[in-house]
């Protein structure tokens, strides 16, 4: 079982920085994905970051050029720059296996302008 908790969220005003972390817990299978999702108040949660275990980054193209996804060791960031109202939600820390799917419980991102 894998269990996941994040930190880092706060309010910080436009085209300021944040960086968010995930603590994993458990043991991480040889062949998985982490990544981060975010979901504002109406919206679907949507992918934003991903990462693998061979370290492959992938991100949504809204945040292209300002955040990064990182993985140290069971730790997983996500350095969050140049910060725009419409990233305001709240941010979850995913892992997905061949047989588990974990979830954080979020922490929220509130950017104002």
């Known amino acids: 079982q894998v269990q996941l908790v994040e930190s880092g969220g706060g309010l910080v005003q436009a085209g300021g920085s944040l960086r968010l972390s995930c603590a994993a817990s458990g043991s991480l299978d040889s062949a998985h994905t982490m990544a981060w999702y975010r979901q504002a108040p109406g919206n679907q949660r949507e992918p934003v970051a991903t990462i693998t275990s061979g370290e492959g980054t992938n991100y949504v193209d809204s945040v292209k050029g300002r955040f990064t996804i990182s993985k140290d060791k069971k730790i997983l960031y996500l350095q969050m720059n140049s910060l725009k109202p419409e990233d305001t939600a709240v941010y979850y820390c995913?892992?997905?296996?061949?047989?588990?799917?974990?979830w954080g419980q979020g922490t929220q991102v509130t950017v104002s302008s």
């Open positions: 995913n892992y997905l296996d061949s047989t588990i799917v974990a």
